[in-house]
């Protein structure tokens, strides 16, 4: 008789690690974040360590009494790896796994991992393995025993060990083949970029904190499709849909990887063509997750971060979701936005409140037509698809002379039905 075993993949149990420079900053709230991308990751997290100093160590990351402390909490709770929550250079990271000898991690890994996993297409896959090489190419001199600590968990998805044990000319000659395959990918996308804006057909962009509702907002519009999960970048490849307003006119709506705190640069650099998104969008429906106490402080990021991708004079629609979270007090508190143009609050799950979101779409997009009245004679009858299609039809009679249309339609069509005439 055969013995079966079954062999179960065991769990990494990390430690995280923060540094606080000031009183009273976001130090725990980011910890907790950090929690979050660490389960998202596959890891569980054991124990928290925070230090508060003027300055981060520039040689271990915390000072020599904390990696004392560090390594008795190894000890004490068998954790097999930590992570720290900022950005670890090179000598940070050599020092301290000489000193604590365990797996060693920073945010920006545990980033790069999930978006490893998380990458579906071709474009997302190649973005995430620049992204990662750019990042493991600053520390390839640091990276000494942690090369073979990298046998499998978390901080280990994408270009991998063999890769990283190669030499630096090996690591820039792929970089170099990754970013002429991604100029292609860019190519691509800024033709269908202006195939779409040569259609007078206007684009909203999808933004928002990671995990804000993003995904589920497209699917509910516009059967989408789109993975929905309750975890940090669950989606990561934008999605670009249809969606066919109540009067008939039609917008289209993108979807755009989420927003967080220390969102690495690499990951902004790389990621560039799919957040430009935003920039060439006509307009910005910013999502917000209305039930999350720091609401305020992810809002902020965003708009950093639309800022630096230089996504400006747009008009923004911010929609405060997830309001069936709220308590019944809660429910009734105005929500702002000082940025928006125009505030409404919804719930993506449930539905509450995209009728008012559909409308407000129509209302921008009436902004920006020009009122046709018109009369097109029963040959002419041909030009009026037109209308139909990218314009909001008020009126159409049929008369004696032909069919009269009053209709709200985009400045182009206005010149060309006009000049036809």
Do not use: W
């Not at 796994?97 to 797996?103: A, G, I, N, S």
Request: hydrophobic content about 35%; overall charge negative; proline content about 2%.
């Amino acid at each position: 008789m055969t013995d079966v075993f079954e062999i179960e993949e065991l769990k990494e149990r990390v430690i995280l690690v923060g540094v606080s420079l000031q009183d009273n900053d976001d130090t725990e709230d980011s910890l907790e974040e950090l929690a979050d991308l660490v389960d998202t990751a596959g890891a569980e997290v054991v124990g928290t360590l925070i230090q508060s100093r003027a300055a981060i160590h520039p040689g271990t990351y915390v000072g020599s009494g904390k990696m004392e402390e560090l390594r008795s909490l190894l000890i004490e709770t068998d954790a097999t790896g930590i992570v720290c929550d900022d950005e670890l250079s090179p000598a940070q990271l050599r020092n301290m796994e000489e000193f604590l000898d365990t797996k060693v991690m920073d945010r920006t890994l545990i980033i790069l991992d999930i978006f490893a996993a998380r990458a579906s297409t071709s474009e997302g896959k190649i973005q995430v393995e620049l992204a990662q090489l750019k990042y493991r190419l600053s520390r390839l001199a640091g990276l000494g025993k942690s090369l073979s600590r990298l046998g499998g968990g978390i901080g280990t998805r994408g270009p991998g060990e063999k890769k990283l044990e190669m030499d630096r000319r090996y690591v820039k000659n792929r970089i170099a083949q990754l970013n002429r395959e991604l100029s292609e990918v860019r190519q691509h996308r800024e033709v269908r970029r202006s195939q779409r804006s040569s259609k007078p057909i206007k684009t909203a962009a999808i933004v928002g904190y990671t995990n804000a509702g993003k995904s589920t907002l497209l699917n509910k519009l516009t059967d989408a499709g789109v993975l929905e999960e309750d975890k940090l970048f669950a989606t990561l490849d934008p999605t670009t849909r249809n969606l066919v307003l109540n009067s008939g006119q039609e917008i289209l709506l993108t979807d755009t990887v989420g927003f967080i705190r220390k969102l690495p640069h690499h990951l902004i650099e790389a990621f560039k063509s799919t957040l430009e998104e935003a920039k060439y969008a006509d307009y910005i429906l910013h999502v917000v997750d209305a039930s999350n106490p720091q609401m305020e402080k992810q809002m902020h990021i965003v708009y950093e971060t639309l800022d630096s991708l230089e996504v400006r004079d747009k008009k923004i629609i911010t929609l405060f979701n997830k309001v069936d979270k709220l308590e019944a007090e809660r429910h009734t508190e105005p929500l702002r936005d000082f940025r928006a143009d125009k505030t409404l609050k919804i719930s993506a799950r449930t539905g509450e409140g995209l009728s008012e979101v559909k409308k407000a779409l129509e209302e921008l997009l009436r902004e920006d037509k020009r009122l046709l009245e018109q009369v097109f004679s029963y040959d002419e009858a041909g030009q009026i698809q037109q209308v139909r299609k990218y314009g909001e039809l008020l009126n159409e009679e049929y008369r004696d002379n032909g069919i009269y249309i009053k209709a709200f339609v985009p400045e182009e069509i206005y010149r060309r039905l006009v000049n036809y005439q």
